[in-house]
Nanobody, 120 residues
């Protein structure tokens, strides 16, 4: 059974940094694009950053220059380095992956989410 598990969330002061990780586990044949999304209370889930299997990246305008997405294909793991954090970055952050399990069809998978709170 394929799972995506996020870690690294927590409470940080404005201007601080956090690094999120997303590990894909299970019998996986291929992982294509991966991404980070976030959802603040009362708001829709929005894309933060995405990365292709060739490591091409895109970012939401609100995080450009502050967040860096990366991945380690050998470890089936994706990261989000978040610097210069602002209170408006507070949200639940979700990992997303387009992948093909070894024994089933390609599909989109989501992690359970990790809370990031930026507050003094």
């Amino acid at each position: 059974q394929v799972q995506l598990v996020e870690s690294g969330g927590g409470l940080v002061q404005p201007g601080g940094s956090l690094r999120l990780s997303c590990a894909a586990s299970g019998n996986i044949a291929s992982i294509y694009a991966m991404g980070w999304y976030r959802q603040a209370p009362g708001k829709q889930r929005d894309v933060v950053a995405r990365i292709t299997s060739a490591r091409g990246t895109t970012y939401a305008d609100s995080v450009k220059g502050r967040f860096t997405i990366s991945r380690d294909n050998a470890k089936n793991t994706m990261y989000l380095q978040m610097d210069s954090l602002k209170p408006e970055d507070t949200a639940v952050y979700y990992c997303n992956a387009d992948l093909r399990p070894a024994s089933s069809a390609r599909g989109e998978y989501w992690g359970q989410g990790t809370q990031v709170t930026v507050s003094s």
